[in-house]
């Protein structure tokens, strides 16, 4: 099987993201292609041969609303012009923005939604309209409903996937006054990958791991219910 794998946005929020669910592409044998903004695919630790096309640079402007909506929108017809899609068994977009995606003529893709679901009926409308043409992924269990009110039929959950967890490389000093013997701090609630760190907190293997090695994590931003059991 021949797939396609895009980010048109590359955001490095996302990189642990991509690398998780490239691995598990690669893992089923699938020959796959990837296209990001130009420099990403090597933070992603991907050979040069291995990218179909590199989005230009100058084409990215993620400045304000109206000028990232119209730099996706010449991205993806960039895109559309520049690589034959018809050679490919599956599109897969690792991420997209729904406004400039719907008047950009994809059909029959595979779309990933991280921060797609929302209360804004434009944002809803436009949404509704890819999900026609498209297959939209969701991540979160909860977002079925969501789909479901909104008439989305065409929708599949996807595990979001966990790297595997490595002290060394999360460990800080031990605090010899804490009870615990070390910290992890993921300080930034607005820069950080929500759906991921949400499911860390859903995995109870991660959070097995937390507390055998007598670990304390440390968040900011609202991720954590009210009746979370472990929550300090």
């Known amino acids: 099987m021949r797939i396609l794998y895009i980010d048109p946005l590359s955001l490095d929020g996302h990189i642990n993201f991509n690398k998780i669910h490239i691995k598990a592409l690669k893992s089923l044998g699938a020959d796959v292609d990837f296209c990001f903004i130009e420099g990403y695919g ?39 012009h520049s690589i034959d899609f018809e050679r490919y068994d599956r599109i897969i977009f690792s991420c997209f923005e729904q ?20 209360d804004n009926k434009l944002k809803r409308f436009f949404l509704k309209k890819v999900g026609k043409r498209n297959s939209l992924l969701y991540m979160l269990k909860g977002a079925k409903d969501w789909f479901d009110n909104l008439g989305v039929t065409n929708k599949h959950y996807v595990f979001h996937g966990l790297i595997n967890p490595e002290l060394k490389s999360v460990s800080m ?20 990958d929500h759906e991921f760190i949400q499911h860390l907190l859903e995995s109870a293997q991660f959070v097995d791991f937390l507390k055998k090695q007598n670990i304390q994590f440390v968040l900011k931003g609202n991720y954590l219910p009210k009746d979370y059991p472990d929550k300090k």
Do not use: M, T, V
Not at 57 to 74: A, E, H, I, T, V
Not at 104 to 112: E, K, P, S, T
Not at 177 to 187: C, L, T
């Open 173 to 192: 000093e031990s605090d010899r006054q804490n009870k615990f013997r070390f910290k992890i701090f993921s300080p930034s609630g607005s820069s950080s």
């Open 42 to 80: 090597k933070k992603l630790g991907l050979d040069a041969s291995e990218l179909i096309y590199d989005i230009p640079k100058f084409l990215d402007d993620q400045s304000n609303g109206l000028k990232f909506r119209l730099s996706q929108y010449r991205i993806l017809r960039q895109l559309r």
């Open 99 to 118: 406004i400039s995606f719907s008047f950009a003529g994809i059909r029959d893709a595979f779309l990933i939604c991280h921060n797609n679901i929302s």
